[in-house]
């Protein structure tokens, strides 16, 4: 979004709310999801990146944010999208209790590779997910980069006879990627590229590489539905539109993209409401019969009463949210 586009930081903070969601389960190492949540002219949006990072890593969610608020989405071609089922590092025994908040969903994304845990913890649990979903289901692993070279060929070989859809960013650079690629090739399990895109300088490099078989796809860390949208369709890659633990709003936004792409393969990663106990709608956008329909989600102000952060918090949220809105001033994406 250029600067001259760029909505002004008041008709921004106009409507802004910040919210926090508890979740059902540790994920990415926390146990309650903060966002900020606001209208504009196109509907409500979100900007929620992840509390570590940078303003200047933050900025590019900001521009998804407002791309979504204030342009139009692109015309879907599907009134559906297919969503995975996401598995947090849970022990074995807690696999059936987080599927059961998922209705219908086929595929499972697991994730694996968690700090303090063992190849043989993410054994046991891909283990268990396989044994629920059946010979019939999907199963994929993620790691978030988490591996070397060695440690991810060992770790595919290992989950290897759990007929694993693909494995997701299991090392963190681009080169890694390749030599992991050219070394599992064998076992014709797909690899697929996820912060080697959203957290790149370049997002395109890792499919210029030969790096990966497959892109995970966040729209709001790229700067927005459209921009998304370009790096799928100059990747040439087939894409999987994943949320980053999003509240309904940031998950609408995903499935507004996944519902746009000319080709979809696989299930996306858009059912994680599923992973919260409190949502900023009162009936959230999960999962039923393992599908979410294209819709544009409109909170009450109960429903953001409800779920309000406290005030420390909401000053947090706010002062970060106008840094971004500046750097955005200074470096139009």
């Known amino acids: 979004m250029s600067s001259a586009a760029l909505p ?50 933050a900025s590019a969610w900001l521009a998804g944010a407002l791309d979504y608020g204030w342009r139009p989405s692109p015309a879907p071609v599907r009134e559906a999208v297919g969503v995975n089922a996401t598995m947090p590092a849970v022990a074995a025994s807690e696999v059936p209790r987080i599927l059961a908040r998922y209705d219908g969903c086929r595929t499972v994304k697991v994730k694996v590779a968690e700090a303090g845990q063992t190849l043989a913890d993410d054994v046991a649990r891909v283990r268990a997910v396989r044994e ?66 959203r957290k790149a300088a370049d997002p395109l490099r890792v499919a210029r590489a030969g790096a990966a078989d497959l892109l995970v796809i966040k729209a709001q860390p790229l700067g927005g539905v459209h921009a998304a949208r370009e790096i799928v369709a100059q ?82 949220w706010l002062d970060r949210l106008r840094r971004c809105h500046a750097l955005l001033q200074i470096t139009p994406r």
Request: with cysteine.
């Open 235 to 316: 990747a040439g890659l087939p894409a999987v539109v994943s949320s980053a633990l999003d509240t309904s709003i940031g998950l609408s936004m995903g499935v507004a993209l996944a519902a746009s792409l000319p080709e979809l393969e696989y299930d996306c990663g858009l059912g994680t409401a599923s992973l919260l106990t409190a949502d900023v709608l009162a009936s959230p956008l999960r999962a039923h019969e393992g599908l979410l329909r294209v819709e544009r989600p409109r909170p009450t102000t109960a429903d953001l009463d409800r779920v309000a952060a406290d005030e420390d918090r909401t000053t947090w």
């Open 132 to 197: 629920a979903v059946g010979p019939e289901g999907r199963v994929r692993v993620d790691a978030n980069a988490a591996w070397n070279v060695d440690e991810a060929e060992r770790a595919v070989h290992a989950l290897a006879e759990f007929d694993l859809e693909y494995v997701e960013q299991p090392c963190a650079e681009v080169d890694e990627l390749a030599q992991l690629r050219e070394r599992i090739a064998y076992l014709d399990i797909p690899v697929a590229a996820d912060e080697s895109v």
């Open 8 to 57: 002004p930081l008041a008709d921004v903070l106009a409507t802004a709310r910040v919210v926090s969601l508890p979740l059902a389960a540790r994920f990415r190492g926390i146990r309650v999801r903060e966002a900020v949540v606001f209208e504009g002219p196109e509907g409500w949006t979100e900007f929620s990146p992840f509390v570590e990072y940078t303003d200047a890593e």
